[in-house]
Structure formats: C-alpha cells, structure tokens
C-alpha cells in the first residue's frame, strides 16, 4: 500500500497545508483512537509539542479527534521527543503523539506517533492508520457519555528532567565543567539547562527564547555556528546543541570544532565495549555515517551494522539484533538501556561523563577517528522521478565503478522534504568532489 500521509517520522508538511492540515490531525486523532481501542477501559493518550506556532491548531485538532473516539488525553505543552516517548511508558497511556517537524523550519511541523511501549509505531500500524483515516469513522465514534476528557499536566517536564539525571554516573557531578547549551528555540529550552546545571555544571544557555517563529533559526543541531561563537567566547569546556524537538544533538569542542554524531557514537561505543556494557558486539547507523567510524570499530573489535536512514529503522536493527548503541551521523543517537528513540539530552550526558573520565579536552577525547573525506549535496527537485531517469541512472553506475572499493556512493530522496541526497566518499578527495558535484548538477536538470 503506497503512503499518502506518513513519511519516513511520522507525518510531515507546511503547517496549514495538506497533510498537516487541522482536518487531517482531527483525523489522525480519530484514526488513532480507533486503531489503539484494546479493551473496555478507559483509553488514554499523551500529547506533547515544540515552540511552533502552529502547534496550537494541530494539538486542539489532535485532541477533538482523540476524544471524539474515546480516549482521554493528557496535554504536556512543550516537551521534549524523548519526553513523549518516555512519559507514554510511565503514564501507562496507549498513544504517545509529538507534535514537531524536528530540524525544519517553523513553517512545517509533523505528527510523530508512539506505542504503549514508548517506540514509534510499526509500518503495519502506520499503514492501518493511514486506511482509516480515509474511511468515514463516524460510526465508531462515542456516544456522548463515552467522550474522551483533556487535562492538562503540569509538572511532567520535571519527570523527564529527573529520569534525564539517572543517566548520568552516580557519583559523578558536572561541577568544574562549563557547558555551553544551544536548545534550538525548542522543545528542551526549559529542560536540558535545567537537567545540567542540576548536575553541577556552569551552563550558558542560547536558543532559549522561542516566540513561535524562530525554532531552528540559525541556532541548533544543524546551524551550529552560534554555539561554536558562543563556547570560544565563554572558554567552556563543551557545547550542545539540540534540535527542534530534541532527539538529536551535535556537539562542539572547546576550539569551536563541530562534534558529529559518528564521532558521538564512536566515543559511546569505545566506552562502553571497555567496561563491557556494549551489546550487540558493536553499533547500528545508517548508510550515511562515515567510513572512517566503520574503520575505527573495526580496529577496535567492533562491528557496524548499517541500516536505511531513519533512526526508526536504527531502533528497529537494535531491537531485532540486541543492540544498545545505535545512531546517526546527523546526531540521533539512540541508547535503548535509557530510551526508546534519540535523546539528545542523554546523549550529551554520556558524552560529559567521558569528558569528565579522560582527563583531556574535548578536541582530543571527541576525535575518535579521522573521517574519510565525504560531501553530501542535496538537489531540490519539482514532481517526477528524477532517479528512474535512464540518463541519471548511467552516470550512478559509472560514479559507482569511478570509486570502486575505496569509497561509497549513496543517492537517495529525502522522506521529509523535496530533495535528492547525493552523498559520496572515499579516500580520494578529489573523485569524491567531482563524483557529487557531478551527479548533483545532472539529477537538477533532470
């Protein structure tokens, strides 16, 4: 069955367009309601959000739609993913939905989905939802005794910081560390300053003043400038920087360099096989992550398996294989023996207290391995398929043998946005550019 509504996270759109459009989220909640209904009980769902304006019209349309068919929902206002994710678990609800478009910018948002278990749903259950919601559910909604109630819950950010704090070693405080927090204008801009400066750290907090429209804007996981600025103008020892809805992180050095997520896996990895806490003989990443971290595993006596991109396809290999460091380049990093999906928050946690046990600064703990050179392009494209283009397909084959066993190519359209990812590398710096940029320019004229 193809997808009308659900991407690769949920689903995801300009805010007021279809699909993220206030009919088609009191639809989902409907949809929802109807598929989780397991027993004559009283259903419950827990619905957080980041700082987008447009959350507004989504959650009060969510919430007609939920308690339309029954469930009685749970309204935790801006809250991280992992929060979601978590307080689904501990609130015992049947339904945990987020309502964010991640790293995008404030004119899109999304509606990502959980189960009772805190993970995102299953394919089959997304595509169920994705039937109903164009079947007429009028007949499966309540009666009027039966309508779902919405409260909303104060005091569960608190939960999320104090389950974020168990992460951290026991004996272990931040005191002596100043940590330079960029929260992207999101969803932990209350949370993440809290949680470090409670474990002792000197925290200078930016990207903590969201008014609706500036989540994501020149701030955050994926424009880490501001805070690489900020931690040389401020000499802290480490900066963080969130994304939108917080289930990702980069990090920056006390030089300014930027940390990505392979180096944050590989840092977590090495930890961890040392004092034996590593399952699964290794980590999980997607296509994307460097060929130099699947070098240093290896010399490390590690594997790399590699999955689609997706953290839900990374959570999905770790939970069928038994794996417990898992991640992305792009600084998802998903740890099961805390969470269910990526925590920035707890990732940066572990990452501070490998700062704390290596005695070194952050450029030389962080810098695990020296990437392979690599470059990504993405090209915007207009309806069509480029890709099943004859034309584009040869020049793939023939890039594909350029770089031989020295290097990767990977292609592959964005699930979230319109846009083609051309990313190569290899040991050959040079092929490598020329590969891309090559590929690039022939898949925008296509």
Known sequence: MSRKYFGTDGIRGRANTFPMTAEVAMKVGMASGVAFQRGKYRHRVVIG???????????????????????????????????????????????????????????????????????????????????LLDEDLSSQMKECDDIGRAQRVEGDLYRYIEFAKRTFPRKMTLAGMRVVIDCANGAAYKAAPAALWELGAEVVSIGVTPNGVNINEDCGSTKPAALSRKVTEVRADLGIALDGDADRLVLVDEKGAVIDGDQVMATIGQSWHKTDRLQGGGIVATVMSNLGLERFLKDEG???????????????????????????????????????????????????????????????????????????????????????????????????????NSGRLVIRASGTEPLIRVMAEGDNRALVNKVVTSLADLIGES
């Open 49 to 131: 959000k980041d700082t987008r304006r447009s959350g507004y019209m989504i959650e009060n349309a969510l919430v007609a739609g939920f308690t339309a068919a029954g469930m009685d929902v749970f309204l935790l206002g801006p809250v991280p993913t992992p929060a979601v994710a978590m307080l689904t678990r501990s609130l015992r609800a049947d339904i945990g939905v987020m309502i964010s478009a991640s790293h995008n910018s404030y004119e899109d948002n999304g509606i990502k989905l959980f189960g009772p278990d805190g993970y995102k749903l299953s394919d089959e259950l997304e595509l169920k939802i994705e039937q």
């Open 302 to 404: 590690m594997n790399l398996a590699r999955t689609k991109v997706g953290d839900r396809f990374v959570v999905s290999h770790m939970r069928e294989n038994g794996y417990n460091v898992g991640g992305e380049q792009s600084g998802h990093i998903v740890l099961t023996d805390y969470a269910t999906t990526g925590d920035g928050l707890i990732a940066g946690l572990q990452m501070l207290a490998c700062l704390k046990n290596s005695d070194k600064p952050a450029s030389e703990a962080f810098r695990k391995f020296e990437p392979v050179p690599q470059l990504l392009k993405s090209v915007r494209f207009n309806g069509g398929k480029p890709l099943e283009d004859k034309v584009v397909m040869d020049a793939i084959e023939t890039a594909k043998s350029e770089l031989g």
